[in-house]
């Protein structure tokens, strides 16, 4: 379906057919979108017995395409904030993120400024701050998108939104005034229980990562360091995401 949220067109997929549980809201990542997420959110859905709710953020996938590739410092806390607007939309005041990426950092930003609205969070390699190790990453990633055929692979599922899509990313990633993005005061504002999935071996992210957020937050805090793993671990090793992801909402409801 497609809701106006703030006036722009975002499209949704929800299933809200069980009461009195959770919501599940899946946030995908910079270059992802609902299709890309495959089954993961619908399994995990069914084996946590949670409703459901899988977005694309506005520019992505089958939602409006932005106005421009031009993104302010604070891209992330605005879509935090959209992220809120959904979920009042929908009347939902009992949501669990599960955020990849870009949205873990959103999740993770959501969850401290509207915490009355989130249950728990799920972040999955986000970020907090800027690394040398994510600059790396993206540069790797821009050489591809000029080299090879990711650009047709992403057309598939953003269409002739895909240019906007990866540079919105990658060059604000890269910009000088992006260097010093960093969420690390918000995070005491965070008091739901929170479950870090890391790939130890993250291209895009070091440990720091998860071990400034658990210290920093104020709720109860988890790590999910899984080894051999790399930047996507619920399509890496998907099943060992969802058993420990599903285990950790069993013990919240």
């Known amino acids: 379906m497609l809701l106006n949220i703030n006036g722009k067109s975002l499209y949704a997929e929800y299933v809200n057919d069980l009461e009195n549980r959770p919501t599940l809201v899946f946030l995908h990542d910079s270059l992802g979108c609902t299709e890309l997420w495959r089954d993961f959110p619908e399994k995990m859905a069914k084996a946590s017995q949670c409703n459901l709710l899988v977005y694309d953020r506005l520019g992505y996938g089958k939602s409006e395409v932005m106005s421009s590739s031009s993104r302010p410092v604070n891209y992330l806390e605005l879509e935090a904030d959209i992220l809120n607007e959904l979920l ?40 907090i701050f800027v690394e040398d190790i994510t600059l790396i990453g993206i540069y790797k990633a821009m050489e591809a998108y000029n080299t090879t055929n990711l650009p047709q692979r992403l057309q598939k599922y953003h269409e002739d939104k895909t240019d906007m899509v990866f540079k919105g990313w990658a060059e604000t990633w890269i910009s000088d ?6 969420i690390e005061y918000l995070l005491p504002g965070i008091s739901c229980p929170v479950l870090f999935v890391q790939g130890e071996n993250d291209e895009y992210g070091s440990l720091e990562q998860v071990n400034k957020t658990l210290d920093l937050v104020s709720g109860k805090a988890e790590k999910f360091i899984i080894p051999n793993v790399y930047h996507t671990p ?16 069993q013990l919240l409801t």
């Open 234 to 249: 619920h399509k890496e090793v998907p099943e060992m995401v969802l058993n420990r992801v599903v285990a950790f909402i």
């Open 88 to 127: 009042e939309n929908l009347e939902i005041d009992n949501a669990i993120l599960f955020g990849h990426s870009d949205g873990g950092s959103i999740a993770l930003i959501a969850a401290a400024k509207y915490g009355d609205r989130i249950k728990s969070i799920i972040c999955e390699a986000a970020h």
């Open 177 to 182: 005034d992006f260097r010093t993005w960093n």
